[in-house]
């Protein structure tokens, strides 16, 4: 049975993202497969401001997701891969949301719109690196119609990311 999507909004972040992502995310659970805990308030003002500079260069960025009531609840959207090892090159897909919004459908419908705001910027395609274990996520890029490509064991971690694809 499919149910409805919840509605999101996604906006670029502003500096009062920073500490809401910051708050959001202070949640072991959340944090499980990015290091086990919330980085530091610096960390966020940093990605915030860096994600505004992806969307005025690039046309998307990491958007805050907000639900229906105007709350902040995480952030979906690409960029660029970060990292000299893994998809380099490739744009990616992510998303993050605190724990009391799981489980309702918001990732799969703000990474939808993602999608369709990376065709209409002219993203070719997309990638998303996914902990093996994180169950969560890789049915978000199976709704989304990803497809597993290729394995790679991070550097630091030493874990094993899936990376999945999809031609936009």
Same mark, same amino acid.
């Given at each position: 049975? #499919?149910?409805? %999507?919840?509605? *999101?909004?996604?906006?670029? =972040?502003?500096?009062?993202?920073?500490?809401?992502?910051?708050?959001?995310? +202070?949640?072991?659970? @959340?944090?499980?497969?990015? !290091?086990?805990?919330?980085?530091?308030?610096? *960390?966020? $003002? $940093? %990605?915030?401001?860096?994600?505004?500079?992806?969307?005025? $260069?690039? /046309?998307?960025?990491?958007?805050?997701?907000? +639900?229906?009531?105007?709350? @902040?609840?995480?952030?979906?959207?690409?960029?660029?891969?970060?990292? &000299?090892?893994?998809?380099?090159?490739?744009?990616?897909?992510?998303?993050?949301? !605190?724990?009391?919004?799981? !489980?309702?459908?918001? @990732?799969?419908?703000?990474?939808?719109?993602? %999608? $369709?705001? %990376?065709? &209409?910027?002219? @993203?070719?395609?997309?990638?998303?690196?996914?902990?093996?274990? #994180?169950?969560?996520?890789?049915?978000?890029?199976?709704?989304? /119609?990803?497809?597993?490509?290729?394995?790679?064991?991070? =550097?630091?971690?030493?874990?094993?990311?899936?990376?999945?694809?999809?031609?936009?």
């Amino acid at each position: 049975m #499919n149910r409805a %999507l919840p509605v *999101v909004r996604l906006r670029v =972040p502003t500096d009062e993202d920073a500490v809401a992502w910051h708050r959001t995310f +202070d949640d072991p659970e @959340v944090m499980e497969f990015h !290091g086990g805990r919330a980085a530091e308030l610096s *960390v966020y $003002e $940093e %990605l915030t401001a860096r994600q505004r500079r992806h969307d005025a $260069e690039r /046309g998307f960025c990491l958007w805050t997701v907000l +639900d229906e009531a105007g709350e @902040v609840i995480g952030f979906t959207g690409a960029q660029p891969w970060p990292h &000299a090892w893994g998809p380099e090159g490739e744009t990616e897909i992510g998303w993050r949301l !605190g724990r009391a919004h799981w !489980g309702r459908g918001y @990732v799969t419908a703000a990474a939808q719109m993602t %999608l $369709e705001r %990376l065709r &209409a910027a002219g @993203v070719p395609r997309v990638v998303a690196m996914v902990d093996s274990r #994180n169950a969560r996520s890789i049915a978000v890029t199976q709704r989304l /119609g990803m497809r597993l490509a290729e394995t790679f064991v991070t =550097p630091t971690s030493r874990r094993e990311g899936h990376c999945y694809r999809l031609d936009l």
